[in-house]
């Protein structure tokens, strides 16, 4: 039987009438590969014939209920080919709708029908003429299967120089036969294009909303393309069965909606509109893409930019939605973009955005430190160590950036959406950091992790990061964190101990951020006062910094590397609590009182409740900084800045000595502030300080430059201590007083210096519409003593207060409570300790610290290197009251355990030669006042009180008061002119375990109770040795004058001749151990050059003033004393020198 050759299956043999074929005939026709061929056709070889095969495999597709393979029996209907040819055509469609995501790499070629074929017909090339008659006769038999006769060009499409298609009279667009998969190109869901198959109902929303309505707004395209549109009738059908919301959009479009939204599609390099049948083709506008909804956005309540930037990392493999589609762990992600944040291209898409990536938040270098980080008051970034024995710690390695995305409290409390860091050691040769940073789809994070390697450069590139040690210290002061309506002081200490290589001449510098602002706080101030010198002993530099302004992070920069410092802060909250605070800024040393709403006083303290100045490093765990030897970094806290602890029985307490040191090199000449330049040196006389230089005779000390800035920086450093104190405790700033004790001896335009210094740091500092108090030295201790009820007869009758400074003494004479008379004057502790009229210091002359040098250098050489170096330094440079302040510290160091073996009070007291020089002063003392009290018509006293750390002269002479009493009364009634005290007697009261503090206690029961105060001008006495000639009164004009100097010098040979005697009478060497030989010097010596020694006692009270002499002024120190002073420096030259060669 013959065989049919065709495929209409019509019966007949031989010629047979047929027909052309159609759908049924062609679908017909069996396919060898049964539907399932990979490969396109080939034996097609034009581009007009390839825009038939796309527009072919629509109109197959079509018949597919699900727009796939369709295979009815045995009979393909739409083939994997046509499924691939569809999918590629529309993923040209929608990469160029996208175009934005990938333009970088898209060309576009124009092809205009007219202009093109007439330059073929046109040339002078026969071969080009041939084929422009071609096309031309081609496009016009084809034109209406193709629509060549409303085509105007052809848009040729290249991605990275490669052809993958072009426009189409048929389907908008046609595909390349070529494999377009090793393109690598990533759909907005994650899809590949030209390799996975995916329909139109599968793709991106905004895609399909975009050819739905280009096909509405130009019907023309639905006329033209019926393949096409059909294809686009049944793919809505799916939609409405898939995604009813997606439909109800689509099936509602109007044509007003496409201008507005899209961009039209351009030629890259000519602008030319991109179009078919005049309906230009559009892209998603850049500015309209929704990046905005990713779920990469960062999670940031605090973000003010206008756009919040994307978190993307390499290999994320979660596939949440990037842009329009979801993330491909494909896309490369830089570690490093170079781009300011808004002039970035987010990876993979070519969408100019906003995005962050590791390099943008972590720093390159990890700064290592020497020492644990005190985690209890900063962030040590989740730190974990290697090994538990490991004491050493890191910098946070962030940059400032991510704290213009997340509050310093959401790093520190955590939680869910909060960014997270962790440093972990644990590799062989490095640190890992791990930085979580929440993004907007739910709990999820974007994790960014960099190694850092020891003995390594950084390579942001390759994410590789690089460790470098550093010796660099931090304190803080105060740790604060204000309230909004309290005023912000902030000084910060940084100690840079690098001592090798490149890090030797390192500047540190800090920037300090508050989380309210993206920008630095300007510093107040920085000043160096330590600075290393290559081959010198100093191997630290000091750097300080003012801020006055709240702030929540510092960043270090060191040059070689950057890291952050995050306190945690101690929150000030008042709750009202009313402080009171007394000073008595005294010559030798200073001391603080405080009381909290009335209670008792009590010295002023840091203690481990309230700490001021808190160092980054811990102290909680026994380190010894890693065994680098950098104790300096702990140190110079101590020697320059403020201690962290002071509190009795501790190495720091009050009272302290009033001394304040500065730098030796760097030193300002004018000026200088508290906790800058210059501060209280807790360690004086406890440590050495080889850079600094100290100041003592601060209150006096007028002829040195620069004491008046000296002055205002101690009481500045007191009045913020004293602040710092008061808002750590919850106390109220405008309800703290303050009041301060000033000598009677000193002049109006002194104290009223001082006052103006008092008040301008009080309002600066505590309270700006109120002033401070001041208060005599002279009348606070009574009300100490009359609060303690320790006085004869309750205080009635006659009492007399001394008190017995360094510089001064003063006297208050009180009858029934009611001060009746006050006199001051210099005759205090520095007249036995001091130089006398020495207008440099002496030391090394001053014959009473020769006689104890030896003895005390031998005890501290033995145990105690330290305090032998300050001895020795203080010998060499130093003033003798300087030197011996020293030796009665001792008695009181912390670092020294058998205490008694250094009690200088008490050598002093068991030298039977040198005791009468004690004597003698308190002997004259008592004189004085006797003479002031008869002169004022006062009772004979019931009631002697001694305050004031000169007051401890009374246990050099004996422990016995009674005795001392029975002595007191006889120079009494020596004055008064009388053989027998009354028989009221005379109690003599001393402070004995706190004699400086009873002025500052009695400063604030005077407050607390609200005294009435006294104006001392109107009870002051000054004698002046002339009183029985009626002249109660000197001025500076007299003193000068030859009859009133010698009748000054009668009165004091009076005195010295009636102490001789007493000597005796008082057997004085059997009741207070005196020898005979001192006896025997003192009225040897005791009249000689009492006239001279006037004379140099008033040219260096002169000088002392600082001023210009008012001549017209009246004297307001007694002369009485002058003589003496360097009497008593006469008296220890002869009897030390004794008592040493008898040795």
């Not at 209907?77 to 993923?91: F, N």
């Not at 303050?738 to 309002?763: E, H």
């Not at 140099?1096 to 120190?1117: F, W």
Request: aromatic fraction near 12%; charged fraction near 25%.
């Amino acid at each position: 039987m013959g065989k049919i050759l065709g495929f209409t299956r019509n019966p007949g043999e031989d010629w047979v009438i047929s027909s052309q074929y159609g759908t049924k005939e062609i679908q017909g026709i069996p396919d060898p590969e049964g539907g399932h061929a990979i490969n396109a056709p080939t034996s097609i070889p034009s581009p007009f014939a390839r825009m038939d095969l796309v527009r072919k495999s629509f109109q197959n597709i079509g018949e597919s209920p699900n727009l796939t393979f369709y295979q009815r029996g045995e009979t393909i209907v739409a083939s994997k080919e046509d499924e691939k040819t569809v999918s590629q055509c529309l993923d040209l469609a929608e990469m160029l709708f996208f175009y934005e995501n990938y333009k970088d790499k898209i060309e576009i070629l124009e092809w205009n029908k007219i202009e093109h074929i007439g330059k073929l017909k046109n040339s002078t090339n026969s071969g080009h003429q041939k084929l422009g008659d071609v096309l031309d006769m081609y496009l016009r038999q084809d034109a209406l299967a193709f629509n060549f006769d409303y085509l105007n060009s052809i848009y040729i499409i290249k991605f990275n120089h490669k052809v993958i298609g072009g426009t189409s009279p048929l389907t908008l667009f046609f595909n390349t036969a070529t494999d377009g998969a090793s393109l690598n190109l990533i759909s907005t869901k994650g899809k590949t294009f030209f390799k996975d198959i995916v329909p139109l109902y599968d793709r991106d929303a905004d895609f399909q909303k975009y050819i739905y309505l280009l096909f509405k707004a130009a019907p023309v395209l639905g006329e033209r393309m019926m393949a096409f549109n059909e294809y686009l009738n049944k793919s809505l059908e799916v939609v409405s069965k898939q995604n009813p919301n997606l439909y109800d959009i689509l099936n509602t479009l109007k044509p007003s909606e496409l201008l507005p939204n899209y961009a039209n599609l351009n030629t890259k390099d000519a602008g030319q509109i991109v179009e078919v049948f005049d309906v230009p083709f559009k892209t998603i506008d850049s500015s309209k893409i929704p990046v905005n909804e990713s779920d990469f956005v960062i999670h940031s309540s605090k973000y003010n930019g206008a756009s919040k930037p994307l978190v993307v990392q390499n290999n994320f493999n979660k596939p949440l939605k990037y842009v329009n589609g979801a993330w491909d762990t494909k896309i490369e992600v830089k570690y490093i973009d170079n781009d300011s944040l808004n002039q970035r291209t987010l990876p993979g898409l070519n969408i100019k955005y906003p995005y962050l990536t590791i390099s943008d938040l972590l720093e390159d270098t990890l700064i290592r430190l020497v020492y644990p980080i005190d985690s209890e008051n900063y962030f040590n970034g989740n730190l974990k160590l290697s090994d538990t024995d490991n004491t050493k710690s890191y910098l946070l390695p962030l940059k400032p950036l991510f704290f213009q995305f997340f509050d310093v409290s959401e790093l520190l409390n955590g939680g869910t959406q909060k960014p997270h860091i962790f440093i972990e050691e644990g590799l062989k040769n490095g640190v890992r950091v791990l930085l979580r940073i929440p993004i907007k789809k739910g709990d999820e994070y974007i994790i960014f992790e960099r190694f850092y390697y020891n003995d390594s450069l950084p390579d942001a590139k390759i994410n590789k990061g690089a460790i470098v040690e550093q010796q660099v210290g931090l304190t803080i002061f105060p740790f604060i964190k204000y309230e909004k309506d309290v005023d912000a002081y902030y000084n910060i200490q940084l100690v840079d101990r690098n001592i090798s290589g490149n890090l030797f001449d390192v500047d540190y510098q800090l920037s300090f951020y508050s989380d309210k602002s993206k920008d630095a706080i300007e510093s107040e101030q920085q000043v160096f006062r330590t600075k290393k010198i290559k081959g010198d002993f100093t191997k630290v530099t000091t750097k300080y910094f003012g801020i006055k302004a709240p702030f929540d992070y510092i960043q270090v920069d060191s040059g070689f590397g950057k890291g952050i410092i995050i306190p945690k802060w101690r929150i000030s909250q008042s709750t009202g609590d009313q402080f009171t605070f007394a000073i008595d800024f005294g010559t030798t040393n200073t001391h603080i009182e405080y009381s909290i709403n009335n209670t008792s006083p009590k010295p002023f303290d840091i203690t481990f409740n309230d700490i001021q100045a808190v160092p980054f490093f811990s102290e909680e765990i026994e380190h010894n900084f890693s065994g680098t030897n950098a104790i300096d970094l702990r140190n110079y806290i101590t020697k320059e800045f403020v201690p962290k602890i002071i509190m009795k029985d501790t190495a720091f307490n009050f009272p302290i000595r009033t001394v304040l040191s500065q730098s030796k090199t760097q030193a300002p000449p004018n000026g200088g502030k508290a906790l800058m330049e210059f501060n209280i040196p807790f360690v004086f006389e406890k440590e050495t300080d080889m850079n600094s230089r100290y100041f003592t005779n601060l209150k006096w000390d007028s002829k040195e430059p620069n004491n008046d800035s000296r002055v205002h920086a101690f009481l500045e450093q007191v009045i913020i201590m004293i602040r710092n104190k008061v808002l750590l405790n919850g106390g109220s700033l405008t309800a703290t007083k303050v009041v301060w004790t000033y000598p009677i001896s000193m002049s109006t335009a002194r104290k009223d210096r001082l006052s103006g210094v008092w008040n301008q740091l009080y309002q600066q500092y505590i309270n700006k519409s109120e002033e401070t108090t001041s208060l005599s030295e002279s009348l606070a201790p009574y009300y100490y003593f009359k609060s303690n009820q320790s006085l004869d007869g309750q205080g009635y009758g006659t009492s007399v207060l001394m008190d017995i400074g360094g510089g001064t003494s003063d006297v208050v004479v009180y009858n029934n409570h009611i001060p009746e008379l006050v006199s001051s004057y210099k005759f205090a502790g520095n007249t036995l300790f001091g130089d006398g009229y020495s207008e440099f210091g002496n030391a090394q002359n001053n014959m009473l610290i020769k006689r104890y040098k030896d003895e005390f250098d031998s005890l501290l050489e033995k145990d105690h290197p330290i305090l032998k170096i300050i001895s020795d330094e203080l010998y060499t440079n130093k003033k003798s009251s300087d030197f011996n302040a020293f030796l009665f510290s001792l008695g009181n160091n912390a670092q020294i355990k058998d205490r008694k073996l250094f009690d200088f009070n008490n050598k002093l007291a068991n030298n039977d030669d040198i005791k009468i020089i004690f004597l003698y002063f308190y002997a004259a003392k008592i004189f004085h006042v006797a003479k002031l009290i008869k002169n004022k018509g006062l009772k004979l006293p019931e009631n002697l009180i001694f305050s004031g750390n000169g007051s401890k002269i009374l246990n050099i002479i004996t422990n016995n008061m009674k005795t001392m009493g029975e002595y007191t009364q006889q120079i009494f009634s020596y004055a008064y002119g009388i053989s027998v005290y009354p028989k009221h007697g005379l109690k003599i009261s001393v402070e004995m375990e706190i004699p400086k503090a009873i002025t500052s206690k009695g400063s604030i029961i005077h407050i607390i109770r609200n005294d009435q105060e006294i104006d001392i001008r109107k009870i002051k006495e000054t004698l002046t040795c002339l009183e029985h000639e009626g002249k109660t009164e000197l001025l500076y004009s007299e003193i000068g004058n030859d009859e009133i100097q010698d009748k000054i010098v009668q009165e004091v040979e009076a005195f010295n001749n009636f102490f001789s005697g007493l000597l005796d009478s008082f057997d004085c060497q059997d009741k207070f151990g005196i020898s005979y030989n001192s006896i025997s010097v003192f009225k040897e010596i005791s009249n000689r050059h009492i006239k001279q020694f006037l004379m140099a006692g008033i040219a260096y009270n002169n000088a002392l003033e600082g001023t210009l002499i008012n001549e017209s002024a009246k004297v307001t120190d007694t002369l009485f004393f002058f003589p003496m002073v360097e009497t008593i420096q006469q008296l220890i030259k002869e009897l030390a020198f004794v008592e040493a060669e008898g040795q």
